[in-house]
């Protein structure tokens, strides 16, 4: 409707207006107080809409067995407009969202409940009554509101309970149906006084006359007539001072005294005509008689009748003596009048006692209606007995077939447990591994460093030899030069200087050879990285292998916590149909114990009924105690219940929670274990490099060797050349001539044999200048990569340290999570061996 239109407002603002409208009529010596609730049952959840915090609310029952939300928001309201301004405020925070079929469709059913108490000031009376006004959702068909995601879950909700509501009236319409599945939803819980208690209901029905919408509309109006058929009585809620308690203690009391006096008549009477006796009808008693007549007033009664019948006799004595003719004539007219008198006495007493043998057919057929009642009440609580413990023995072999589900994923869960811990295991060897490599890294890295100084030590002592073997070859040069100018005979240099090329080519034909020796073994080394590659594939592999069954094993402790989660349902709808059965089961034993007493005592006599009620209250007494302490077993339980749940969702949050760190720092360690492998890579590179170098060392090492050899035979032919051109100086006076011919041809040949050796020391010259460089950019690039190595292990230590502290928490959480379920098991046991243990008895 219109807000604030009156003749346009709806069905909420109009029943307000009414009900402060007949409070404005009432006495003032009555005083009304009015408190209003407004909440919603979303996703089958009860959530406070003047409280927005309080959303998941509980159902509770009071002294007096009537369903109530604990904890909702209570507001007291002194006029139309405060309770406009609830509603308002409430309606902000109702859940609405967008669909095919209605722009603002409610998502959930709310609830608006106005609890008027009424008081009088002079006698304190007291009258209370409930309003509760129900805005239902409506049934969504989700192919025409085309609902999907969490609007759809949504609709899920409504018609699981909209469908509850309609099992509650079908079985509410049928009457013969013992039990109502009012626990079947919260919508139903909560309304269970409404539907079926002390209560009177209206429906207002919202259907669509259009064709497209005839299935809903026809299956609406269906959903109405049935509710139509409920038939509830209602009775005034009045709560009555301790005076007018007293008042009807007293009158009570009083009335009881009465029955009991009647009752103890009814049985003296009783037993004359059982004895043979025939009892007179003013001594009979009418039961139909409220007021007994007290035993005084009977005897004074008695007396006057006595003292009438004796003036009479008195009379009649002294009428005889005065006259006898006329006293013969009175005597004769009054024997008979006294025939007629006792002809209709006799005809009153027959018709007397022709109305009693009637009362008593009567009653005889009444006793016998009443037992044949009372057989077939009997017959039909055996045979509802009999369905009920037939049930209860079904719902047993469920519960046992549920236990026996959950110790099964218990087992389950212990072996999953075990391979979750097997595959940490994994881990830890994974880790291990990890750390003997980078052991093995230190150790390489302190090995290059030793080959850099070693390295750089033979450098130096090559150049050393370098420069002293030119220092020799410039001498030997000036030496051949100077006798070259002079024309002295050097027949014996020259053959010496063939000895030095002999030697010459044979250190080439040696560097030669250890020039492929050097090829082989980088050969050996690209085959030796070729198969570690292959080894390093090989654990990626494996590692990539138990990753997925890492995730797999995730995913199926995922699923077996939603199986958990599903039985655990199942478990406590179990325990609660249970609990109602035993209930009735208890209800009817006791029905049946009294209806067994009272056709007992019925049958036998009618003596033993102040007995027969006694023992009706005590068998209450016994109910009632049974069945408070049922409840509060029953309370504890679910308060128990409650908070295991609680726990359970905790720690799952918390598995939860570890298992996306988990996830990182499975992340992490792949990011790492890639930044391993290239290490690994780079590490590999660097140890062929410096394989190579050691080789370089050795073979220059052989150099040196072979070089200091050279040298030693050069200063030893330098000295030979020497003495032998001091003799040959000495003899050139002798054989001139021919010497210079010799010495002409030696001079072309000497000059060709130091042409070749200039040549072989450029090359040898050229090579030590590309050594020198070659050692330069290692020595440039040897602390760039000895930084990146001390990066990478100090990453390495830091994840290792993180991966070892996420899982020494993960096991702390496993393992205090295994001890929780297990004592919730226990506590499952201990509970059902109490309950077994526990059966009320009557």
Same mark, same amino acid.
């Given at each position: 409707?219109?807000?604030?239109?009156?003749?346009?407002?709806?069905?909420?603002?109009?029943?307000?207006?009414?009900?402060?409208?007949?409070?404005?009529?009432?006495?003032?010596?009555?005083?009304?107080?009015?408190?209003?609730?407004?909440?919603?049952?979303?996703?089958?959840?009860?959530?406070?809409?003047?409280?927005?915090?309080?959303?998941?609310?509980?159902?509770?029952?009071?002294?007096?067995?009537?369903?109530?939300?604990?904890?909702?928001?209570?507001?007291?309201?002194?006029?139309?407009?405060?309770?406009?301004?609830?509603?308002?405020?409430?309606?902000?925070?109702?859940?609405?969202?967008?669909?095919?079929?209605?722009?603002?469709?409610?998502?959930?059913?709310?609830?608006?409940?106005?609890?008027?108490?009424?008081?009088?000031?002079?006698?304190?009376?007291?009258?209370?009554?409930?309003?509760?006004?129900?805005?239902?959702?409506?049934?969504?068909?989700?192919?025409?509101?085309? +609902?999907?995601?969490?609007?759809?879950?949504?609709?899920?909700?409504?018609?699981?309970?909209?469908?509850?509501?309609?099992?509650?009236?079908?079985? &509410?319409?049928?009457?013969?149906?013992?039990?109502?599945?009012?626990?079947?939803?919260?919508?139903?819980?909560?309304?269970?006084?409404?539907?079926?208690?002390?209560?009177?209901?209206?429906?207002?029905?919202?259907?669509?006359?259009?064709?497209?919408?005839?299935?809903?509309?026809?299956?609406?109006?269906?959903?109405?007539?049935?509710?139509?058929?409920?038939?509830?009585?209602?009775?005034?809620?009045?709560?009555?001072?301790?005076?007018?308690?007293?008042?009807?203690?007293?009158?009570? %009391?009083?009335?009881?005294?009465?029955?009991?006096?009647?009752?103890?008549?009814?049985?003296?009477?009783?037993?004359?005509?059982?004895?043979?006796?025939?009892?007179?009808?003013?001594?009979?008693?009418?039961?139909?008689?409220?007021?007994?007549?007290?035993?005084?007033?009977?005897?004074?009664?008695?007396?006057? !009748?006595?003292?009438?019948?004796?003036?009479?006799?008195?009379?009649?004595?002294?009428?005889?003596?005065?006259?006898?003719?006329?006293?013969?004539?009175?005597?004769?007219?009054?024997?008979?009048?006294?025939?007629?008198?006792?002809?209709?006495?006799?005809?009153?007493?027959?018709?007397?006692?022709?109305?009693?043998?009637?009362?008593?057919?009567?009653?005889?057929?009444?006793?016998?209606?009443?037992?044949?009642?009372?057989?077939?009440?009997?017959?039909?609580?055996?045979?509802?007995?009999?369905?009920?413990?037939?049930?209860?023995?079904?719902?047993?072999?469920?519960?046992?077939?549920?236990?026996?589900?959950?110790?099964?994923? +218990?087992?389950?869960?212990?072996?999953?447990?075990?391979?979750?811990?097997?595959?940490?295991?994994?881990?830890?060897?994974?880790?291990?591994?990890?750390?003997?490599?980078?052991?093995?890294?230190?150790?390489?890295?302190?090995?290059?460093?030793?080959?850099?100084?070693?390295?750089?030590?033979?450098?130096?002592?090559?150049?050393?030899?370098?420069?002293?073997?030119?220092?020799?070859?410039?001498?030997?040069?000036?030496?051949?030069?100077?006798?070259?100018?002079?024309?002295?005979?050097?027949?014996?240099?020259?053959?010496?200087?063939?000895?030095?090329?002999?030697?010459?080519?044979?250190?080439?034909?040696?560097?030669?050879?250890?020039?492929?020796?050097?090829?082989?073994?980088?050969?050996?080394?690209?085959?030796?990285?070729?198969?570690?590659? %292959?080894?390093?594939?090989?654990?990626?592999?494996?590692?990539?292998?138990?990753?997925?069954?890492?995730?797999?094993?995730?995913?199926?402790?995922?699923?077996?916590?939603?199986?958990?989660?599903?039985?655990?349902?199942?478990?406590?709808?179990?325990?609660?149909?249970?609990?109602?059965?035993?209930?009735?089961?208890?209800?009817?034993?006791?029905?049946?114990?009294?209806?067994?007493?009272?056709?007992?005592?019925?049958?036998?006599?009618?003596?033993?009924?102040?007995?027969?009620?006694?023992?009706?209250?005590?068998?209450?007494?016994?109910?009632?105690?049974?069945?408070?302490?049922?409840?509060?077993?029953?309370?504890?339980?679910?308060?128990?219940?409650?908070?295991?749940?609680?726990?359970?969702? !905790?720690?799952?949050?918390?598995?939860?929670?570890?298992?996306?760190?988990?996830?990182?720092?499975?992340?992490?360690?792949?990011?790492?274990?890639?930044?391993?492998?290239?290490?690994?890579?780079?590490?590999?590179?660097?140890?062929?490099?410096?394989?190579?170098?050691?080789? +370089?060392?050795?073979?220059?090492?052989?150099?040196?060797?072979?070089?200091?050899?050279?040298?030693?035979? &050069?200063?030893?032919?330098?000295?030979?050349?020497?003495?032998?051109?001091?003799?040959?100086?000495?003899?050139?006076?002798?054989?001139?001539?021919?010497?210079?011919?010799?010495?002409?041809?030696?001079?072309?040949?000497?000059?060709?044999?130091?042409?070749?050796?200039?040549?072989?020391?450029?090359?040898?010259?050229?090579?030590?200048?590309?050594?020198?460089?070659?050692?330069?950019?290692?020595?440039?690039?040897?602390?760039?990569?000895?930084?990146?190595?001390?990066?990478?292990?100090?990453?390495?230590?830091?994840?290792?340290?993180?991966?070892?502290?996420?899982?020494?928490?993960?096991?702390?959480?496993?393992?205090?999570?295994?001890?929780?379920?297990?004592?919730?098991?226990?506590?499952?046991?201990?509970?059902?061996?109490?309950?077994?243990?526990?059966?009320?008895?009557?």
């Amino acid at each position: 409707g219109v807000m604030g239109n009156d003749s346009m407002q709806g069905i909420i603002p109009r029943i307000v207006q009414d009900i402060f409208n007949y409070i404005y009529g009432m006495d003032e010596n009555l005083e009304f107080h009015i408190k209003v609730s407004y909440f919603e049952i979303y996703m089958d959840k009860i959530r406070d809409l003047l409280d927005v915090t309080k959303t998941n609310l509980s159902v509770h029952e009071d002294k007096n067995r009537v369903p109530y939300v604990k904890g909702c928001t209570e507001r007291f309201v002194s006029s139309p407009e405060e309770v406009m301004d609830v509603i308002e405020e409430g309606k902000s925070n109702r859940h609405v969202a967008v669909t095919n079929m209605n722009e603002h469709s409610s998502r959930s059913h709310s609830v608006f409940l106005i609890h008027v108490k009424q008081e009088n000031v002079e006698n304190e009376k007291k009258l209370h009554g409930k309003l509760y006004l129900v805005d239902l959702a409506g049934s969504e068909k989700v192919s025409k509101t085309g +609902a999907e995601g969490s609007v759809l879950d949504e609709a899920k909700n409504i018609n699981k309970s909209l469908s509850a509501l309609g099992n509650v009236i079908a079985a &509410l319409a049928d009457g013969n149906k013992s039990h109502v599945p009012y626990r079947d939803s919260k919508l139903t819980r909560i309304l269970q006084e409404s539907l079926g208690g002390n209560a009177r209901t209206t429906m207002v029905i919202c259907c669509s006359p259009a064709s497209y919408n005839e299935v809903e509309t026809k299956s609406t109006l269906l959903f109405g007539q049935r509710a139509k058929t409920i038939k509830n009585v209602v009775t005034v809620n009045e709560e009555l001072t301790a005076e007018e308690w007293k008042r009807r203690y007293e009158r009570e %009391k009083e009335k009881n005294n009465k029955m009991k006096l009647i009752i103890l008549k009814l049985e003296a009477e009783l037993q004359s005509w059982r004895n043979g006796k025939t009892v007179p009808i003013e001594e009979q008693v009418d039961v139909k008689t409220v007021a007994l007549e007290s035993e005084a007033g009977q005897a004074g009664q008695a007396a006057k !009748e006595n003292a009438v019948m004796q003036s009479s006799f008195i009379g009649m004595v002294s009428g005889g003596i005065s006259a006898i003719p006329e006293a013969e004539k009175a005597q004769f007219e009054e024997e008979k009048m006294k025939l007629y008198q006792q002809l209709d006495d006799k005809d009153d007493e027959i018709n007397s006692q022709g109305q009693l043998i009637e009362k008593l057919r009567e009653q005889m057929l009444e006793q016998e209606e009443l037992i044949a009642s009372c057989r077939k009440d009997y017959e039909n609580s055996q045979a509802e007995m009999a369905r009920i413990q037939a049930d209860n023995e079904s719902a047993k072999e469920e519960v046992k077939e549920v236990l026996q589900a959950l110790e099964e994923l +218990a087992v389950n869960y212990d072996q999953k447990s075990q391979e979750v811990e097997n595959k940490a295991r994994e881990i830890e060897m994974l880790t291990e591994e990890i750390n003997q490599k980078t052991t093995k890294l230190n150790s390489i890295q302190t090995e290059l460093e030793l080959l850099r100084d070693s390295s750089t030590h033979q450098k130096k002592r090559v150049v050393e030899m370098m420069s002293s073997l030119l220092k020799d070859l410039g001498d030997i040069g000036s030496v051949i030069g100077g006798s070259a100018a002079e024309n002295k005979p050097n027949s014996g240099a020259g053959e010496k200087l063939e000895e030095e090329f002999t030697i010459a080519r044979l250190y080439i034909s040696k560097m030669k050879s250890e020039v492929k020796t050097l090829a082989n073994r980088a050969a050996n080394l690209d085959a030796a990285q070729t198969e570690s590659q %292959k080894k390093l594939e090989d654990a990626s592999s494996e590692l990539s292998e138990c990753q997925l069954k890492i995730q797999q094993y995730e995913a199926k402790m995922a699923t077996l916590t939603e199986t958990i989660k599903d039985v655990e349902h199942k478990r406590r709808q179990l325990e609660e149909n249970v609990d109602s059965l035993t209930e009735e089961v208890a209800r009817f034993k006791a029905s049946e114990t009294v209806h067994a007493t009272v056709t007992q005592k019925v049958l036998e006599t009618s003596n033993k009924l102040q007995s027969e009620i006694e023992m009706k209250e005590a068998l209450e007494k016994q109910m009632q105690s049974h069945r408070e302490q049922h409840q509060k077993q029953l309370s504890g339980l679910r308060e128990e219940i409650a908070e295991k749940q609680t726990l359970i969702d !905790e720690l799952k949050d918390t598995n939860q929670k570890l298992t996306l760190a988990l996830e990182k720092m499975q992340k992490d360690f792949d990011a790492l274990k890639a930044e391993e492998a290239e290490k690994t890579n780079r590490l590999t590179e660097l140890t062929f490099q410096m394989e190579k170098r050691e080789q +370089a060392r050795e073979d220059l090492k052989g150099l040196e060797e072979t070089v200091a050899k050279e040298l030693q035979t &050069l200063h030893s032919l330098r000295r030979l050349f020497v003495q032998d051109l001091q003799n040959r100086v000495k003899k050139v006076a002798v054989k001139k001539d021919d010497e210079e011919d010799e010495d002409a041809g030696g001079h072309v040949a000497q000059k060709q044999k130091i042409s070749f050796l200039e040549n072989n020391l450029e090359q040898l010259t050229k090579v030590h200048k590309q050594l020198v460089r070659d050692n330069a950019d290692l020595r440039c690039e040897l602390p760039k990569l000895e930084k990146r190595l001390r990066a990478t292990m100090e990453r390495v230590k830091s994840l290792e340290t993180a991966l070892k502290e996420a899982k020494e928490g993960a096991m702390r959480d496993r393992k205090r999570y295994q001890m929780e379920v297990d004592r919730i098991k226990e506590a499952v046991r201990q509970r059902n061996l109490a309950r077994r243990g526990h059966q009320p008895q009557i």
